[in-house]
């Protein structure tokens, strides 16, 4: 099966400080990869669509500056928290899609960010 | 975009079958509709997906009425392992149109 993971599983940093979330699709090349945040005992709430090559689109209410997403390589996209602060602590969640026929996603384990 | 409607929560004995329902009223014609799965602190794991009528595979069954207005996610025999949120997403990735709703929450009892 497809299988997407995520680097760190968790991390802690001091406020101000820059953390990089890394998902990578294991199995797959992926064009497409979504980044998600959800705090506890909420849905997923989706920040931006990454797509290989070109430019992330963010959704309405995510400050691009500070959420800084590249993808890279086919297989690889990277979230980037700029100068973080505690609000910013979160689950953040990837997904890929497997092909841009079948509107799959499938899920990384999620990295979860601790800012003191 | 497709909003989707599901119970908050659910309970259920071991070994007996759950349905859950996900009313998606606005889904369009491109809408896939697909079934997640959550535990906490992981991300969520793929069931199922479908586009109309019914989908089986080895965990689940996905059940679709022909106006594609709602859909049923059918666990057989559930154990304790399956308590979970259950997420219906339905919309079109490619498009990036797609909503997540509120999810399910199953507690299987013993």
């Known amino acids: 099966g497809a299988v997407v993971s995520q680097h760190p599983s968790w991390v802690i940093c001091k406020s101000g400080t820059s953390v990089k979330i890394e998902c990578r699709s294991l199995?797959?090349?992926?064009?497409?990869m979504f980044w998600y945040r959800q705090f506890p005992k909420q849905s997923l709430m989706l920040m931006a669509t990454?797509?290989?090559?070109?430019?992330?689109?963010?959704e309405q209410g995510v400050e691009k500056d500070k959420f800084l997403i590249n993808h890279a390589s086919l297989t690889l996209s990277t979230l980037t928290v700029t100068s973080a602060h505690p609000e910013d602590s979160s689950f953040y969640i990837c997904?890929?899609?497997?092909?841009?026929?079948?509107?799959?996603?499938?899920f990384g384990p999620g990295t979860r960010l601790t800012v003191l | 975009l497709a909003k989707t409607t599901q119970p908050i929560s659910m309970d259920s004995y071991e070994g007996q079958e759950v349905n859950i329902t996900c009313s998606h009223n606005?889904?369009?014609?491109?809408?896939?509709i697909t079934w997640y799965q959550q535990f906490p602190s992981q991300g969520p794991r793929f069931i199922i997906q479908?586009?109309?009528t019914k989908v089986t595979n080895e965990v689940a069954s996905l059940f679709i009425p022909a106006d594609r207005k709602s859909s049923t996610l059918s666990l057989p025999r559930v154990s304790l392992s399956d308590t979970a949120v259950y997420y219906c997403?339905?919309?079109?990735?490619?498009?990036?149109?797609?909503?997540f709703g509120t999810g399910t929450s199953l507690t299987v009892i013993p």
């Open positions: 997403l339905v919309g079109a990735a490619t498009g990036n149109q797609f909503y």
């Open positions: 199995d797959f090349q992926a064009t497409t």
């Open positions: 997904s890929a899609l497997t092909s841009p026929l079948t509107d799959t996603q499938y």
């Open positions: 990454s797509n290989e090559g070109s430019k992330a689109t963010y």
């Open positions: 606005n889904i369009a014609t491109n809408d896939y």
């Open positions: 479908g586009y109309k």
